[in-house]
């Protein structure tokens, strides 16, 4: 009598089950990093309100590319309150950064479309980027060009305008930007281009310094080339029409 041979069919392995709670793991994680990175920027713009900024990633990134390139790590960033900050300084910043700092809410739509026409029109690439902008970009993000910095751009100014007001955004980026080679903020910038507290500064002082900020590694404040003595004369004359500042 012949014996029937029966082939075990084999188990098939719940894949969709798998994947499903891949799925569920991945969107839990990035549930929590989302989470854990709205509350570390809330932390740390509320911080920033009441305390100085003690570095930027900027600054981080010039002395890394200072070291690679085998140069000198110079820093130079001298933390003051605004009140010890030339008003002809703030003014000349408004004058050559963002004319309408005071009644913005962060962003300034007719410069951003402008700087998209000129961009398209193949002149010079402008950014069109408020002080407020400015100011998030150099406390909390990279330098570059990309869609994920602008949003996150975008994001960080509208924290720091609810937060900040327009008075801190000004002293915080008096106090960071970069104005020179390794040197950060309004009191550096001072004595490094004039050999002076940035209190004392005068209009066309204070308007040299704003004229170097598209490039400050590349222009001088002083003993300056003709383009930046016709901007220098430029934001001195936009300075008077910014009449008293009000914040």
Excluded: C
């Amino acid at each position: 009598m012949a014996t029937k041979i029966t082939q075990k069919k084999p188990t098939k392995k719940p894949i969709k089950k798998e994947t499903t709670g891949f799925m569920s793991k991945l969107s839990r994680f990035l549930f929590k990093m989302v989470l854990w990175f709205f509350g570390l920027s809330l932390f740390f713009v509320v911080l920033y309100k009441f305390v100085p900024v003690p570095f930027t990633p900027l600054m981080v990134i010039r002395a890394i590319e200072n070291k690679t390139a085998g140069k000198e790590v110079y820093f130079n960033h001298n933390w003051e309150p605004l009140e010890n900050i030339s008003v002809n300084l703030q003014k000349a910043v408004i004058a050559s950064e963002d004319g309408t700092f005071l009644t913005h809410n962060g962003f300034d739509f007719k410069a951003l479309q402008k700087a998209y026409k000129n961009n398209e029109r193949g002149r010079r690439i402008k950014g069109g980027s408020t002080i407020s902008q400015q100011t998030a970009k150099n406390v909390f993000l990279w330098q570059g060009r990309s869609y994920l910095r602008k949003g996150l751009e975008a994001y960080f100014t509208v924290l720091i305008e609810l937060i900040w007001g327009k008075e801190r955004i000004m002293e915080v980026y008096l106090n960071s930007i970069e104005m020179g080679d390794g040197i950060y903020g309004a009191q550096a910038a001072a004595e490094h281009w004039y050999r002076k507290d940035a209190a004392n500064l005068t209009p066309m002082q204070a308007a040299g310094i704003a004229a170097i900020l598209p490039s400050p590694r590349k222009y001088r404040a002083t003993s300056s080339s003709t383009y930046i003595n016709n901007r220098k004369a430029k934001i001195v004359r936009i300075m008077r029409t910014v009449g008293k500042i009000n914040y």
